[in-house]
């Protein structure tokens, strides 16, 4: 319902199995060869499998590790992941905060490219996992270096983003250039989560590398609350003088240009710390790690997308979600234009962690079997039902405000709304990670599954954009007191602001593309959904590589 809430789905969630390296190649001669589909191109025999390398004898001989001998690593990785968060959480604040300075969507949907690079990274991930110095560390060869890029690029940040938010005062934000520098400041996190995820499968032991995931969903959500939740209700006035002052003052506690300093600095001070202090473990990395090559790795990827069970299926999940696009996308920009604050859209994320927590293990439990995609069938009607309430909400908003604010009855409503929106989101994501994990190559597990979880991804972001993009066009206002002006485009209407008149919106964009979101939605379910669900009949030999000796 809010800018974050539809980035989560596309390139903030965490993918399962991301854990897994990104290249699957080592360097030694294999007992046998990869194929898939009609092999690799170009006719080569790529050695692209082989049998994971023994530990060393050290390894092998100090016996089991426990929790606690490692925990200094655990606390680490967490770190690591908060880290990771900030940038997510900022990114999927700024929507909000040009909303509060009357962005137009054309901008806000400008902006929505800020969130694919976490979407996108499988790109550059096996560049990152091959190329590094020795001497220095795999993974803190691009750590290090992109941690202080990201520190020092926050810091340059704070003395720039309050000119490109706009001053108030005449001049507007400056999309364009907020767009360019929170892509990067994505992208660097994105790499950073590259190296992370790498460095987590060696800095712990076998048995407790377990851990690394809770690190990875605690850490991530843990960073995600302070940059987004935290930074949106310190930074508003009207929520810093209620709850936190006792002189009111114009401006909340802190300001997004005080945020990007102070976190900027962490990450310098994080970051020196972790290149002095912490090695990369001896004992676990193996002695050959390096990959055969990168191309390789672009090689393997392009096979698997060609065998005609994943091209399928690529194709079904890039649509399958525009339906949902303009509930995810717009609804909580709408709210705020209607008045709703957005740092109290922002805290209504609190109360949904339990839940979040809880849901992935109950709808587990009916995603276990052999045919996940039934429950993602299932609960896309209930979701894109749920499109035409959030519809209702907006147009219900703006009859309960009253001079104070709205009612409790009415956020109470907006938070139900928000967690059965939860429930059919999370049916959804389960079932295709459990039918990710279901089909994937276990030969090549890791880099087959995140390439189906990165088109999941893909599947969220475009449509969120050009739902976004659209509401504009689709939008119908007149010019209310002066005659023969217009207000269809922005030139158009301040000539009406000038003769005296003022642009009066006689029909929303946002109700239109609902309808026609759900109208799409529900042709995918009916034409489609079949289809898709008759994926997971196919035999495990229409998902598995080809291999010969």
Same mark, same amino acid.
């Given at each position: /319902?809010?800018?974050?809430?539809?980035?989560? %789905?596309?390139?903030? @969630?965490?993918?399962?199995?991301?854990?897994?390296?990104?290249?699957?190649?080592?360097?030694?001669?294999?007992?046998?060869?990869?194929? +898939?589909?009609?092999?690799?191109?170009?006719?080569?025999? %790529?050695?692209?499998?082989?049998?994971?390398?023994?530990?060393?004898?050290?390894?092998?001989?100090?016996?089991?590790?426990? $929790?606690?001998a490692e925990l200094g690593s655990i606390l680490l990785l967490l770190v690591l992941y908060v880290l990771q968060g900030i940038p997510l959480g900022l990114a999927g604040s700024v929507p909000l905060i040009l909303q509060s300075k009357s962005a137009s969507y054309t901008d806000q949907a400008f902006f929505s490219f800020v969130f694919w690079p976490f979407s996108l990274k499988l790109l550059w991930a096996p560049l990152v996992d091959a190329v590094y110095l020795r001497s220095f560390g795999r993974r803190k060869s691009w750590l290090v270096p992109t941690q202080y890029i990201l520190g020092l690029f926050m810091i340059y940040m704070s003395t720039q983003v309050d000119l490109l938010l706009g001053d108030g005062e005449g001049r507007g934000p400056n999309v364009v250039a907020l767009t360019g520098t929170f892509f990067f400041f994505e992208f660097l996190a994105a790499t950073q989560d590259i190296a992370v995820d790498g460095w987590a499968l060696t800095m712990l032991s076998r048995e407790n590398v377990g851990?690394?995931?809770? +690190?990875?969903?605690?850490? @991530?959500?843990?960073?995600?609350?302070?940059?987004?939740?935290?930074?949106?209700?310190?930074?508003?006035?009207?929520? +810093?003088?209620?709850?936190l002052r006792f002189q009111p003052q114009p401006q909340g506690i802190v300001t997004l240009s005080d945020f990007l300093f102070f976190w900027g600095t962490v990450f310098l001070i994080t970051t020196t710390l972790v290149a002095l202090l912490k090695k990369e473990n001896k004992e676990l990395t193996p002695t050959k790690e390096e990959t055969k090559g990168i191309t390789d790795t672009y090689r393997l990827l392009f096979s698997i997308i060609k065998m005609p069970a994943v091209l399928t299926f690529c194709l079904l999940i890039l649509t399958a979600k525009v339906g949902f696009s303009a509930a995810d996308a717009v609804t909580g920009l709408k709210l705020v234009e209607e008045g709703v604050p957005k740092e109290h859209l922002a805290l209504l994320a609190v109360p949904m962690v339990p839940l979040q927590i809880i849901l992935p293990l109950i709808i587990s439990k009916y995603t276990?079997?052999? @045919?996940?995609?039934? &429950? $993602?069938?299932?609960? /896309?009607? $209930?979701?894109?039902?749920?499109?035409?309430?959030?519809? $209702?909400?907006?147009?219900? &908003?703006?009859?309960?405000?009253?001079e104070g604010g709205f009612p409790v009855y009415y956020y109470v409503v907006v938070l139900l709304s928000y967690a059965l929106h939860q429930i059919t989101l999370y049916s959804m994501y389960v079932a295709i990670m459990a039918f990710n994990a279901k089909v994937s190559?276990?030969?090549?597990?890791? &880099?087959? /599954? &995140?390439?189906?979880?990165?088109?999941?991804n893909l599947g969220g972001n475009w449509p969120s954009t050009v739902a976004l993009w659209l509401v504009d066009p689709l939008t119908v206002k007149e010019c209310a007191g002066a005659q023969e002006q217009t207000c269809g485009t922005t030139v158009a209407a301040e000539l009406c602001t000038k003769a005296g008149g003022s642009c009066v919106t006689t029909l929303d964009g946002y109700y239109v593309e609902s309808i026609i979101c759900v109208i799409l939605g529900f042709g995918w379910w009916f034409l489609l959904g079949p289809k898709f669900k008759k994926l997971q009949d196919e035999g495990q030999s229409s998902w598995k590589c080809k291999r010969t000796n």
């Open positions: /319902m809010s800018p974050a809430i539809a980035a989560k %789905e596309g390139g903030r @969630q965490r993918r399962a199995g991301s854990h897994h390296h990104y290249l699957d190649v080592r360097s030694e001669a294999p007992p046998g060869l990869a194929l +898939c589909g009609d092999g690799l191109p170009g006719g080569e025999a %790529e050695a692209l499998l082989l049998p994971p390398p023994s530990p060393p004898p050290e390894a092998s001989s100090r016996g089991a590790r426990g $929790f606690r851990y690394a995931s809770t +690190c990875n969903s605690v850490g @991530q959500t843990a960073g995600y609350f302070l940059g987004n939740v935290l930074f949106l209700a310190l930074e508003s006035s009207s929520f +810093c003088n209620k709850y276990a079997g052999p @045919q996940p995609l039934n &429950t $993602f069938y299932k609960a /896309m009607p $209930f979701r894109l039902l749920l499109g035409l309430e959030f519809a $209702f909400l907006v147009w219900w &908003t703006p009859k309960v405000k009253h190559d276990p030969l090549i597990g890791g &880099t087959y /599954m &995140t390439l189906l979880n990165t088109v999941s």
